[in-house]
């Protein structure tokens, strides 16, 4: 366990066979660490000069012997949090020169994702109160087709939808196909904010076409494997979204 978290804060192998030694016996020669280790002493020495610079263990210089002692375990936690403060600084410095070069750009490309299904369900959850915050930006209103092949795969997501992300005053307007798992679907508690329009010969459509604001997102769940494609680029949402629109006012 104490060897993963090491290699996680970036120490190297031999680095750590030697500092454990070290640290185990407070106070120790090179030639008994080169026994415990089973490292070589010269490779030893150029260790123990690489942990001495990270600020870990030092040497000591009051006897003629040569010995390495561990420092207190607070030297580690001080030196990792230096690395994280010069990092931030670097993150900073470099955010800062990249913006510069961006500032002139006077276009934005459509970003497209694709999520396998294996992320799928992660995604959903993740991005939707994303969607919601774009709907809102919008006409807060959900449009598109829904294939019901979602619900029947994904109702706990719808369920935890509603419960927690979604926003007050958005509504629901969906076309779909018909099926009795919207049957059920309309009793329960937000069945009133879900509205939905049958649309003729649905069974040609194989996915859920949803216009979330500025996103556009395509799930297939009819199918295995599932997966979702989103386009997010004001444009194309406005003209997808108002496709649906019309079809929306055509149908009683």
């Known amino acids: 366990m104490i060897k993963q978290l090491l290699k996680q804060l970036g120490f190297k192998e031999k680095e750590i066979a030697v500092y454990v030694t070290v640290l185990q016996k407070g106070k120790v020669s090179p030639a008994e660490v080169a026994k415990t280790t089973g490292i070589n002493r010269t490779t030893v020495y150029s260790v123990a000069k690489d942990l001495i610079k990270r600020?870990?263990?030092?040497?000591?210089?009051?006897?003629?012997?040569?010995?390495?002692?561990a420092l207190p375990l607070d030297e580690l936690?001080?030196?990792?949090?230096?690395?994280?403060?010069?990092?931030?600084?670097?993150?900073?410095?470099?955010?800062?020169?990249?913006?510069?070069?961006s500032k002139d750009a006077r276009y934005t490309v459509p970003k497209i994702v694709f999520i396998d299904g294996k992320n799928l369900e992660k995604y959903i959850y993740k991005?939707?109160?994303?969607?919601?915050?774009?709907?809102?930006?919008?006409?807060?209103?959900?449009?598109?087709?829904?294939?019901?092949?979602y619900v029947e795969h994904y109702e706990k997501a719808i369920d935890w939808y509603w419960a927690n992300i979604a926003p007050k005053g958005l509504s629901l307007k969906l076309l779909t196909n018909d099926s009795p798992i919207e049957k059920k679907m309309n009793?329960?508690?937000?069945?009133?904010?879900?509205?939905?329009?049958?649309?003729?010969?649905?069974?040609?459509?194989t996915a859920s076409t949803w216009v979330c604001g500025d996103y556009v997102i395509m799930i297939v769940t009819n199918q295995k494997?599932?997966?979702?494609?989103?386009?997010?680029?004001?444009?194309?949402?406005?003209?997808?979204?108002?496709?649906?629109?019309?079809?929306?006012?055509?149908?009683k």
């Open 127 to 149: 991005q939707s109160k994303t969607w919601s915050d774009s709907i809102m930006k919008r006409d807060g209103t959900w449009w598109g087709f829904h294939d019901v092949s």
């Open 187 to 205: 009793k329960k508690k937000y069945a009133s904010k879900r509205q939905f329009k049958i649309l003729t010969d649905a069974k040609k459509f």
């Open 225 to 251: 494997p599932h997966y979702l494609v989103e386009i997010y680029d004001a444009t194309f949402a406005h003209n997808t979204r108002e496709v649906f629109k019309n079809i929306w006012k055509t149908i």
């Open 55 to 69: 600020g870990v263990i030092s040497e000591d210089l009051s006897s003629p012997a040569r010995y390495l002692v």
């Open 77 to 101: 936690k001080q030196e990792e949090e230096r690395k994280l403060e010069k990092n931030k600084d670097t993150l900073n410095k470099a955010i800062k020169e990249l913006s510069v070069l």
